[in-house]
């Protein structure tokens, strides 16, 4: 990761030199693609009426990657983003590989004043164990997470992977997440070779007759294997933080998003529906069951039409029934905390207001995972004057 450092105590010899190389270098105050600062600086808030930031502010160079743009914003004290792409992890789908790490990813936030990230893994649950290493030996006292999605390489819809991910060191595997990249519900599954390697390559590799996705519903009714699970999940507390599980609906139809729901929430589950189709109204009858829709700052801050977008969603939906998560870490995105910023100028330059913004980045991500509120903790807000 560029332009930032950090302190702490005393790792072994190896991990150190290793996280010497990763982030030695000091934050350069906000430095932009073009050497400039971010529209913020790094002291103070944004500037009254700022709408959706320039494509200068935020450009990205495609064969280095983003740089840390130095943005601050009161939205960003005490927020937690539950949706981060970070390494290690193979790339995602079209190729697209990770910016920075785990440990990158902590230590930036908290610089920023957040108070967690949530990293999500589509295919395995390496995202629990290193929520661990980052709680203990990077970041102590940071609310960091795992999120890990039942495609094929953790076996589909499978008891023995959800099991797993929950009794990981430390209990911070937290979201179990329908399938995604393997998802019946992305619609018919392209099986063209050249489209299998860019963005499923293991596809390639499955023995003849191998099912082309992993389903979770049939007829309107979700699986028996899919309930069960649900059911599962309901049951099991993390290892040593005794932590309840959170159920994600992945990739879904419109109509599985709100079956998923429905399950979950009838089994007493925090249930987040994945970036689902803001306007079909299956989505406004799951929020009304007391599901979050998450909607993803990557489809946000790039455009001005983007930002309209979700200044309109959320008032038609209801800031109370979402969560803001960035979708971003990879290489053709800004870095989290800089797409948070740039979401919530957007954002409120068409009207969202600085409560609503709170809501979405900070008390209704604390609510899903079970965390206490930023009151209960003794974290005051901004004065409401620098909140505009």
């Known amino acids: 990761m560029k332009n930032f450092s950090w302190k702490r105590g005393a790792l072994g010899c190896a991990a150190l030199v290793a996280l010497t190389v990763l982030g030695l270098a000091r934050i350069d105050a906000g430095q932009g693609t073009g050497g400039g600062r971010g529209a913020a600086g790094r002291g103070g808030g944004p500037a009254q009426g700022q709408t959706a930031a320039s494509p200068d502010e935020w450009r990205i160079d495609p064969m280095r990657g983003p740089v840390d743009l130095g943005m601050t914003d009161p939205s960003l004290i005490g927020a937690i983003d539950v949706h981060q792409h970070l390494d290690p992890d193979a790339p995602g789908a079209g190729g697209q590989i990770r910016a920075l790490d785990g440990f990158d990813a902590a230590i930036l936030a908290k610089q920023r004043g957040m108070r967690g990230v949530v990293f999500k893994t589509h295919q395995d649950p390496t995202s629990a164990a290193v929520a661990y290493l980052v709680r203990k030996h990077v970041v102590p006292g940071f609310e960091m997470f795992g999120r890990m ?106 109509e599985e998003h709100l079956l998923l729901a429905r399950e979950g929430r009838k089994q007493g589950l925090q249930v987040l529906l994945t970036h689902p189709p803001a306007n079909a109204p299956q989505v406004a009858e799951a929020v009304q069951l007391g599901a979050f829709m998450e909607m993803n700052a990557s489809g946000i801050y790039k455009t001005d039409a983007g930002s309209k977008a979700a200044a309109e969603t959320v008032k038609r939906i209801g800031a109370e029934h979402i969560i803001v998560g960035t979708d971003c870490g990879q290489t053709v995105n800004v870095y989290p905390t800089d797409c948070l910023v740039l979401a919530a100028r957007g954002m409120r330059g068409h009207g969202v207001t600085q409560q609503e913004l709170d809501l979405m980045y900070k008390v209704n991500p604390a609510k899903l995972l079970g965390l206490p509120s930023l009151e209960e903790i003794g974290v005051t807000p901004a004065p409401t004057a620098s909140r505009q």
């Open 149 to 254: 999605a039942l495609n094929f390489s953790t076996g589909g819809i499978n008891v023995a992977a959800v099991e797993h991910f929950s009794q990981i060191k430390g209990g911070w595997g937290r979201i179990v997440e329908m399938p995604t990249r393997d998802s019946c519900g992305n619609g018919p599954p392209n099986m063209d070779p050249q489209n299998l390697a860019q963005n499923r390559p293991w596809m390639l590799l499955m023995p003849p007759g191998s099912s082309q996705c992993v389903a979770t519903a049939r007829n309107g009714e979700l699986l028996p294997e899919v309930k069960y699970v649900i059911g599962v999940l309901a049951r099991i507390r993390t290892v040593d933080s005794n932590g309840r599980m959170v159920l994600a609906t992945g990739h879904a139809t419109a």
